[in-house]
C-alpha cells in the first residue's frame, strides 16, 4: 500500500484492522483493496458464498467490520431509511435501524434513496441519510446520537458519504440550495464547524450544478488535510477548524458545474473530473489560496465534451484508469502527470459505469450497471481483458473488497463473491 495511502489509514481508530473495508472506496478511499484470494471469475452460480434479498434499490456501497457487513437501504419511497447489518458468515440479518422521514425530498430513478455509504471506525458507524439526517449507531446498533443537517432539494438526489477522521465525522452535504462541509464529534454528535461552498446552489436557465463527491483525508507535506470535490473546485480544508487552506478551479464546463467522482490522489498529485461531460484536470496539493495557475498541471480542452463520469477511477504507478458512465459505457487509460489518453475502449455489454474502480491484486475491477464487472489489466500500452463476470441484476454500487471476499451489492440483493 503506497506511503500516503498508509497515512490516511493510521488516523483511524486502531480496531479497525488491515482487512477490513470501513468507507466509500475502502481504507483512504482511495479503491486499494488489501490482501489477496479475490475471485477472479464469478457468476449467479459461481463462486457465490452467499446471496440476501433486499427490501428495495439503493445505490450505496456496503462496507465491512471485523465478522459485520453494513448498508444503507430505504423504502416506502424513501419514508423509511434504514442502516442494515449482516453476518459476514451467512449473510443473515444480524440487526436493522430505521428513521422516518415525511419530507419532500426529490431524487431521480436511477439514483434511488438509500445512495450513501456508512463509515465505521470499528466502534461506531455512521451513516448521512440526506435530508433525514446523520445518524451514529454502536457497531451493535444502538443509536448513539444523531444531527440535523438541514433539507436538500436537487432533481438528482443525494449521495455523499461520511468520513471518520481523528474523532470527527466529515460530512460533504448537498446538493442543494445550499453546499457545505461540516464536522461532526463523533462521541457527542456537536458539529464543531462548517464551511459554505459559494455558488454550490441550483442556477437556473438549465445549467446544472452540484457535487455528490466524498470527501477524503490526505497528507500535504506533513499536514493533514480534507480534500473535497465541489461543483466548480477542488478545495483542501483544515481538519481542526474548516478552514479553506488552497483550491484548484477547472472542473466546469459550458453547461454545467458538477463532480460526481472523489479526486484521486498519488503521493502530492492529484486528478479530478468534472461531471456532465466536464473535463479533468491534474494538479499538485499544498499551496495557499487560489493555486490554479501555479498547481494545475493539465487540463482536458472544451472540445471534445469529454464522457459521463460518475464512479471514481484508480490510479496504478504513473496512470489514471476510469470507468465512464456513458451509454453503453467506456474505460479510459491515461497519462497521470500530462493527461494524455493512451487508450480507451467501448464497454457493449456492461451499461454505464456507476460503480468506482477497485485495485486489488494487480486487477482493476470495474462494475457496469447492467450487472457486469470487467476485470482488465492496469496496463497503460492496450486494454487487457481478464475476466467478464455477469450476476445479470441492476448495480451502481461499487464493491467492498475484504479479506478474499468481494461483497457486491445489486438492485436486488446482497452478494458475498469467495473462491475456494
Known sequence: MPAHLLIAFSLLASVVCAGDWPMFRGPANQGVAAGEGYALNWGPDKHVRWRVELAGPG??????????????????????????????????????????????????????????????????????????????????????????????????????SPVIHDGKV??????????????????????????????????????????????????????????????????????????????????????????YTTPLVQDQFAVAFGGFGGPAMGFTLGGSGDVTETNRKWLDPPQPRQPQRIGSGAIVGDFVYIANADDPGSIDCRDLQTGQSRWRVRRTGDGPHWGSIIHAEGRLYAPGQSGVTTVFAPNPEKYEELAINDLGEQTHATPAFSDGEVFIRTWKALYCIRQP
Open 59 to 160: 445505490n450505496g456501497s456496503p462496507i465491512v467490520i471485523g465478522d459485520r457487513v453494513l448498508l444503507v437501504g430505504a423504502t416506502q419511497q424513501g419514508r423509511q431509511r434504514s442502516l442494515h447489518c449482516f453476518n459476514r458468515s451467512d449473510g443473515s440479518e444480524r440487526w436493522s435501524r430505521s428513521v422516518e422521514f415525511m419530507g419532500t425530498e426529490p431524487t431521480h430513478t436511477t439514483n434511488p434513496y438509500g445512495a450513501t455509504t456508512p463509515a465505521t471506525d470499528g466502534e461506531r458507524v455512521v451513516v448521512w441519510h440526506g435530508s433525514a439526517g446523520l445518524f451514529c449507531y454502536s457497531v451493535d446498533g444502538d443509536l448513539l446520537w444523531s444531527a440535523d443537517t438541514g433539507s436538500f432539494q436537487h432533481i438528482w438526489g443525494y449521495a455523499t
Open 170 to 259: 466529515i460530512q460533504q452535504c448537498g446538493p442543494g440550495s445550499r453546499q457545505f462541509v461540516a464536522a461532526f464529534d463523533l462521541q457527542t454528535g456537536e458539529k464543531l464547524w462548517q464551511t459554505d461552498e459559494p455558488n454550490g446552489s441550483n442556477s437556473d436557465q438549465g445549467r446544472y450544478v452540484g457535487s455528490w463527491a466524498t470527501p477524503q483525508i490526505v497528507d500535504v507535506a506533513g499536514q493533514t488535510q480534507i480534500l473535497c470535490g465541489l461543483p466548480t473546485r477542488v478545495v483542501a480544508l483544515d481538519p481542526a477548524d474548516g478552514r479553506v487552506i488552497w483550491f484548484v478551479r477547472g472542473v466546469s464546463s459550458d453547461r454545467a458545474d458538477l463532480m
